[in-house]
């Protein structure tokens, strides 16, 4: 399985579950994930973690690797996505702000690539004032996931050693 991630799993794990500071081991293992090939970014996360200007932003620049340029096959994904955005019921400024930021790219990368999204996110179905990303990806047969599920099936460990 290849995950992508959500800008707001960086910003989550680094404000409240994860610091950078307190549980590097979830930052290391965020890198060996990468370094294995199993989970990875895109670039317009990248631009949003950058808007931060903190040690996260200072943390992601470090890691070119992590954030993928949004390349030529993801051209069809984007086309079918922005028709389900246009042809939906949600409200003209919601239609808008989804098409105007990353979520709109990472959900249409994810459909091209077939990668898992993980995401903070949960679905609102019933919102007609904001597309989420699970409603996206529901929309297209992309699977998503918590971060928390994401180390739960990638059986992620974060322990210090044992002393006597």
Same mark, same amino acid.
């Given at each position: 399985?290849?995950?992508?991630?959500?800008? *707001?799993?960086?910003?989550?794990?680094? *404000?409240?579950?994860?610091?950078?500071?307190?549980?590097?081991?979830?930052?290391?293992?965020?890198?060996?994930?990468?370094?294995?090939? $199993?989970?990875?970014?895109?670039?317009?996360? =990248?631009?949003?973690?950058?808007?931060?200007?903190?040690?996260?932003? /200072?943390?992601?620049?470090?890691?070119?690797?992590?954030?993928?340029?949004?390349?030529?096959?993801?051209?069809?994904?984007?086309?079918?996505?922005?028709?389900?955005?246009?042809?939906?019921? %949600?409200?003209?400024?919601?239609?808008?702000?989804?098409?105007? *930021?990353?979520?709109?790219?990472?959900?249409?990368?994810?459909?091209?690539?077939?990668? $898992? $999204?993980?995401?903070?996110?949960?679905?609102?179905? *019933?919102? %007609? =004032? =904001?597309? =989420?990303?699970?409603?996206?990806?529901?929309?297209?047969?992309?699977?998503?996931?918590?971060?928390?599920?994401?180390?739960? /099936?990638?059986?992620?460990?974060?322990?210090?050693?044992?002393?006597?």
């Amino acid at each position: 399985m290849t995950y992508l991630l959500d800008a *707001n799993v960086f910003i989550t794990a680094k *404000n409240v579950h994860y610091g950078l500071d307190f549980v590097p081991a979830f930052w290391d293992w965020i890198d060996a994930g990468t370094t294995a090939g $199993v989970l990875f970014s895109i670039a317009p996360i =990248k631009r949003e973690l950058d808007a931060g200007s903190d040690e996260l932003s /200072a943390w992601a620049n470090a890691r070119k690797s992590l954030f993928v340029e949004v390349d030529a096959a993801t051209a069809p994904s984007f086309v079918a996505l922005t028709a389900w955005v246009t042809s939906s019921e %949600y409200t003209p400024a919601a239609k808008s702000t989804f098409l105007g *930021n990353a979520d709109y790219q990472i959900v249409a990368y994810a459909h091209a690539h077939n990668c $898992v $999204v993980v995401t903070h996110e949960k679905p609102e179905p *019933n919102s %007609y =004032k =904001k597309i =989420k990303i699970p409603d996206a990806c529901n929309a297209f047969g992309v699977s998503y996931v918590t971060p928390f599920q994401m180390l739960r /099936a990638e059986n992620a460990k974060f322990v210090l050693p044992r002393t006597s």
